[in-house]
């Protein structure tokens, strides 16, 4: 039996992805939408491939993944974690069969305008459909 995709090695090379260390451009990851005060982080991190996601997951003490930061909950903010964002996992495979492969980034929006055209739709989703199919889905 094939090892389930969270025990198999990633794909592609495992480096350091492209980060965010600006305070500047750090900013605007500081809060979601419950806009929770205080948030900080050192660093943000754009991870485009699994081995970039991994490169996180290993270098990182913590690691705070992030989608669109629509969490009404302040669970998207960040407190020191490093924020790893998700939003250039946004690759969006054919549609065969009635199956599709998103990335965790792909938004709940875009995923449904691929699937239109099949007759296709994602049933679960939140009444935001800018959420990330990582979390919102
Ligand atoms: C206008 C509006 C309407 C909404 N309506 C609804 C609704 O009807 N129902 C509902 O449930 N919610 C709703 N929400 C809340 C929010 O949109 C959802 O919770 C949504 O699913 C969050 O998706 P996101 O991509 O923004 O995740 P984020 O807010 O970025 O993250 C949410 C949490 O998931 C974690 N996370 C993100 N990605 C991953 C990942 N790939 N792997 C592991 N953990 C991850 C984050 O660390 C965080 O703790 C609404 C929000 C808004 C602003």
Known sequence: MPAPPCLRAPRGDVRAPPRLTDPGAIAPFLQ???????????????????GE???????????????????????????GEWVMSLARLDAIGPVQDGAVRAGAGVALSSLQDALRPHGLFYPPVPTFQGALVGTGG
């Open 32 to 50: 979601d939408a419950a806009r929770t005060p205080g948030g900080h982080a050192a660093a943000v991190f754009l991870p485009r491939t699994e």
């Open 53 to 79: 996601v991994a490169w996180v997951l290993r270098e990182g003490t913590a690691v705070l993944p992030v989608g669109a930061q629509s969490s009404l909950t302040g669970g998207a903010t960040p407190f």
